[in-house]
């Protein structure tokens, strides 16, 4: 298989990949549901505590019809990465400020740019982690209960390795206390919830924690999708289990194939562009997981996951607490297994994990020596042009031969004219002669491929190579790059690639296509990472200077034989 055949299936594998991903968000098969819920004391956590957008200042609207009779306060707790902002209505984390990642480019004129956001409560926004206990016959808070704080501003001071804010409520005997403790240089929030019963009769209920969010702002146009990376990222609920492992919901399947299913060992979150927020029940802890949608057939609908622990019990003069983890941060994928089995697949590769979870992995040590990342990805290409060097090798040769082959492959066309058939058994007796296989260029554009698309989701997902600056006018690898230089450059190697490497054999409507392949992909890598395309440019003026390499051999090698 020549060069010029190996663009266009290269073209058709990547419009296939993408007609692929078209059907996955409509068609998936549903996530399989094993297991009932836990029971849970005949009671139920409420579906929600506000309207999307309603900020603690406001009485929100209780979607159960349970007013809220005063406003909340809000209280900051913060260490060195996180900033938290919890509202004493309900103790809920409403707002996370992640210190460490600008929203925006550091630049001259915006040196100092506000960090990402990732929990919000305001409008459009709205993003929240909330939790609380519910008892079918015991006073218990959810997450509308008014708790009090002793004071309204936690913040980590040097040397201390954490920190802790607690929250409190009482009635009728019942206290509980809500604690969430920050460690320092860590994006996991510890939560527990106490329950002191100095009432005369058992306290019985279960404990909850859920992520409500609202969906995604729709994009206004073909071209803010085409542009931003995080349009094709995946923007939804996912859970992990050690039975089924990793799952994914997007809001659009939430009505249709809810998540109800109980095991030990997991955890469930929202996951976006980067970062993501997931809660972590102890391993041991059997927990009931559930989907659920909030004013599905209003205005401004929300989404949540939750999960809910089994049966707790107080006896009275005794205590209790229900403990569990919230992680809010970036998708660090070398880290996150080791805050919980699986966390790390919250980076979400899809079917291309097996390929770009080892692919990052190697980028992230070449980083390493390097210093660069778009050093890391040359590095990256000499390593596999360096394995693949016989292959491909044997590729061109193969290439080169054919392309000695033209004119008698012209004459035989005019020999034969129209007659396909007898045309084609006349070349494969000539490719025989002369020893020379026209599928040996298949194998290295199987390997090829995987690796792009692994590659391509490694540049796009990973949080490492947000706003990473390569040199000169690239000043983020995972964008497209400004002046499409890159895309150009390509291009231009493309033709060289054509140049070496003609259409031997090639039908005249196939072959002018194929003219038209380095206009194509000029506009396809043009919407691409500057970072992939920075790697297929390396790698093509590598392939393009052993082809000419192997190529001089071979004529040199016709030369002295003729001699």
Same mark, same amino acid.
């Given at each position: 298989?020549?060069?010029?055949? #190996?663009?266009?299936?290269?073209?058709?594998?990547?419009?296939?990949?993408?007609?692929?991903?078209?059907?996955?968000?409509?068609?998936?098969?549903?996530?399989?549901?094993?297991?009932?819920?836990?029971?849970?004391?005949?009671?139920?956590?409420?579906?929600?505590?506000?309207?999307?957008?309603?900020?603690?200042?406001?009485?929100?609207?209780?979607?159960?019809?349970?007013?809220?009779?005063?406003?909340?306060?809000?209280? #900051?707790?913060?260490?060195?990465?996180?900033?938290?902002?919890?509202?004493?209505?309900?103790?809920?984390?409403?707002?996370?400020?992640?210190?460490?990642?600008?929203?925006?480019?550091?630049?001259?004129?915006?040196?100092?740019?506000?960090?990402?956001?990732?929990?919000?409560?305001?409008?459009?926004?709205?993003?929240?982690?909330?939790?609380?206990?519910?008892?079918?016959?015991?006073?218990?808070?959810?997450?509308?209960?008014? /708790?009090?704080?002793?004071?309204?501003?936690?913040? =980590?001071?040097?040397?201390?390795?954490?920190?802790?804010?607690?929250?409190?409520?009482?009635?009728?005997?019942?206290?509980?206390?809500?604690? &969430?403790?920050?460690?320092?240089?860590? &994006?996991?929030?510890?939560?527990?919830?106490?329950?002191?019963?100095?009432?005369?009769?058992?306290?019985?209920?279960?404990?909850?924690?859920?992520?409500?969010?609202?969906?995604?702002?729709?994009?206004?146009?073909?071209?803010?999708?085409?542009?931003?990376?995080?349009?094709?990222?995946?923007?939804?609920?996912?859970?992990?289990?050690?039975?089924?492992?990793?799952?994914?919901?997007?809001?659009?399947?939430?009505?249709?194939?809810?998540?109800?299913?109980?095991?030990?060992?997991?955890?469930?979150?929202?996951?976006?562009?980067?970062? /993501?927020?997931?809660?972590?029940?102890?391993?041991?802890?059997?927990?009931? &997981?559930?989907?659920?949608?909030?004013?599905?057939?209003?205005?401004?609908?929300?989404?949540?996951?939750?999960?809910?622990?089994?049966? =707790?019990?107080?006896?009275?003069?005794?205590?209790?607490?229900?403990?569990?983890?919230?992680?809010?941060?970036?998708?660090?994928?070398?880290?996150?297994?080791?805050?919980?089995?699986?966390?790390?697949?919250?980076?979400?590769?899809?079917?291309?994990?097996?390929?770009?979870?080892?692919?990052?992995?190697?980028?992230?040590?070449?980083?390493?020596?390097?210093?660069?990342?778009?050093?890391?990805?040359?590095?990256?290409?000499?390593?596999?042009?360096?394995?693949?060097?016989? =292959? %491909?090798?044997?590729?061109?040769?193969?290439?080169?031969?054919?392309?000695?082959?033209?004119?008698?492959?012209?004459?035989?066309?005019?020999?034969?004219?129209?007659?396909?058939?007898?045309?084609?058994?006349?070349?494969?007796?000539?490719?025989?002669?002369?020893?020379?296989?026209?599928? %040996?260029?298949?194998?290295?554009?199987?390997?090829?491929?995987?690796? /792009?698309?692994?590659?391509?989701?490694?540049?796009?997902?990973?949080?490492?190579?947000?706003?990473?600056? /390569?040199?000169?006018?690239?000043?983020?690898?995972?964008?497209?790059?400004?002046?499409?230089?890159?895309?150009?450059? &390509?291009?231009?190697?493309?033709?060289?690639?054509?140049?070496?490497?003609?259409? %031997?054999?090639?039908?005249?409507?196939?072959?002018?296509?194929?003219?038209?392949?380095?206009?194509?992909?000029?506009?396809?890598?043009?919407?691409?990472?500057?970072?992939?395309?920075?790697?297929?440019?390396?790698?093509?003026?590598?392939?393009?200077?052993?082809?000419?390499?192997?190529?001089?051999?071979?004529?040199?090698?016709?030369?002295?034989?003729?001699?």
């Amino acid at each position: 298989m020549n060069q010029t055949r #190996t663009f266009l299936l290269f073209a058709l594998m990547a419009v296939a990949y993408l007609l692929w991903m078209a059907w996955e968000k409509d068609y998936a098969p549903a996530p399989a549901v094993t297991g009932s819920p836990v029971a849970a004391s005949s009671a139920t956590p409420p579906a929600d505590n506000a309207v999307p957008g309603a900020v603690s200042t406001a009485t929100p609207a209780i979607a159960s019809g349970v007013p809220a009779t005063a406003a909340g306060q809000l209280i #900051t707790l913060s260490n060195d990465v996180l900033r938290l902002t919890i509202d004493t209505r309900g103790g809920s984390v409403v707002r996370a400020e992640l210190l460490a990642y600008p929203a925006e480019p550091v630049t001259k004129k915006h040196p100092n740019p506000p960090p990402v956001r990732l929990l919000d409560d305001a409008a459009g926004d709205y993003f929240v982690a909330q939790s609380g206990l519910v008892s079918a016959g015991s006073p218990a808070p959810d997450h509308r209960a008014l /708790f009090q704080s002793a004071q309204t501003h936690y913040e =980590l001071a040097s040397g201390q390795p954490q920190l802790k804010a607690d929250l409190t409520w009482q009635q009728d005997g019942i206290k509980v206390t809500k604690s &969430y403790t920050l460690k320092r240089g860590s &994006y996991e929030v510890a939560l527990s919830q106490r329950i002191d019963n100095a009432g005369a009769a058992p306290w019985q209920g279960n404990a909850y924690e859920q992520l409500q969010r609202a969906p995604r702002p729709a994009h206004t146009g073909w071209l803010q999708n085409m542009t931003d990376p995080s349009a094709a990222s995946f923007f939804g609920a996912a859970w992990y289990s050690p039975e089924d492992h990793f799952q994914s919901l997007a809001f659009d399947k939430f009505q249709k194939d809810p998540l109800h299913q109980t095991f030990a060992g997991g955890w469930a979150a929202m996951l976006q562009h980067y970062f /993501f927020a997931a809660w972590i029940p102890p391993a041991q802890q059997t927990s009931s &997981y559930s989907t659920d949608v909030v004013n599905a057939g209003g205005e401004h609908p929300t989404y949540l996951i939750r999960t809910v622990s089994s049966p =707790l019990a107080v006896a009275p003069g005794q205590s209790a607490s229900s403990d569990a983890r919230l992680y809010i941060g970036p998708k660090l994928t070398g880290t996150l297994d080791t805050v919980a089995p699986g966390l790390s697949l919250a980076t979400n590769y899809g079917v291309f994990t097996v390929i770009a979870q080892p692919m990052h992995a190697l980028l992230s040590w070449l980083e390493k020596i390097s210093g660069n990342w778009g050093v890391a990805i040359i590095l990256l290409v000499l390593i596999i042009k360096g394995l693949t060097w016989k =292959l %491909t090798a044997a590729q061109y040769r193969s290439s080169a031969k054919m392309r000695k082959l033209q004119p008698r492959v012209a004459a035989l066309k005019e020999r034969f004219g129209d007659d396909k058939q007898k045309m084609q058994m006349a070349m494969m007796e000539l490719y025989k002669k002369e020893k020379v296989n026209p599928m %040996t260029g298949c194998l290295p554009v199987l390997i090829t491929i995987p690796i /792009f698309y692994g590659l391509y989701e490694v540049l796009r997902e990973s949080v490492e190579l947000r706003q990473a600056p /390569f040199v000169g006018w690239i000043h983020d690898l995972s964008m497209p790059d400004p002046f499409f230089v890159l895309p150009a450059l &390509y291009t231009l190697v493309m033709l060289g690639q054509q140049y070496l490497m003609p259409a %031997t054999g090639m039908d005249p409507t196939q072959a002018k296509m194929m003219k038209f392949m380095p206009l194509v992909f000029a506009v396809l890598f043009a919407f691409f990472p500057a970072g992939l395309c920075l790697y297929y440019v390396v790698n093509g003026i590598t392939g393009l200077a052993q082809q000419w390499y192997i190529t001089h051999q071979v004529e040199q090698g016709d030369a002295k034989a003729k001699a």
